[in-house]
Nanobody, 126 residues
Framework: QVQLVESGGGLVQAGGSLRLSCAAS??????????MGWFRQAPGKEREFVAA????????YVTDSVKERFTISRDNAKNTVYLQMDSLKPEDTAIYYC?????????????????WGQGTQVTISS
């Protein structure tokens, strides 16, 4: 199996930055050529797509609400995907999850993701 473990969450003030990491372990060959993504779920809200990246890292897809502030990247040699979050706002408060698709193309469709991490809490104070 594949395990995805997120890290880097925490409590920061509005305007601050965080860098989330998602490390893959186990049978990583199963996801090495797959697109990866980040989702988030705020209290009382449905899970929403944040960003995704192709397996080579050449194509990224970031939702409009965070496009100017968040950057997704990956290091395949380290089996790790990152989410750089800048100019954070209180509305970014959520649990952030990383996930792996079964294909090469980044997508916002959560049902195309088969492996999920446990999530990391991000809290932004005003």
């Amino acid at each position: 199996q594949v395990q995805l473990v997120e890290s880097g969450g925490g409590l920061v003030q509005a305007g601050g930055s965080l860098r989330l990491s998602c490390a893959a372990s186990g049978k990583t060959f199963r996801i090495r050529t797959n697109a990866m993504g980040w989702f988030r779920q705020a209290p009382g809200k449905e899970r929403e797509f944040v960003a995704a990246i192709s397996w080579r890292g050449s194509t990224t897809y970031v939702t409009d609400s965070v496009k100017e502030r968040f950057t997704i990247s990956r290091d395949n040699a380290k089996n790790t995907v990152y989410l750089q979050m800048d100019s954070l706002k209180p509305e970014d408060t959520a649990i952030y999850y990383c996930a792996s698709t079964t294909g090469w193309t980044p997508t916002e469709k959560s049902d195309e993701y088969v492996y999920w991490g446990q999530g990391t809490q991000v809290t932004i104070s005003s």
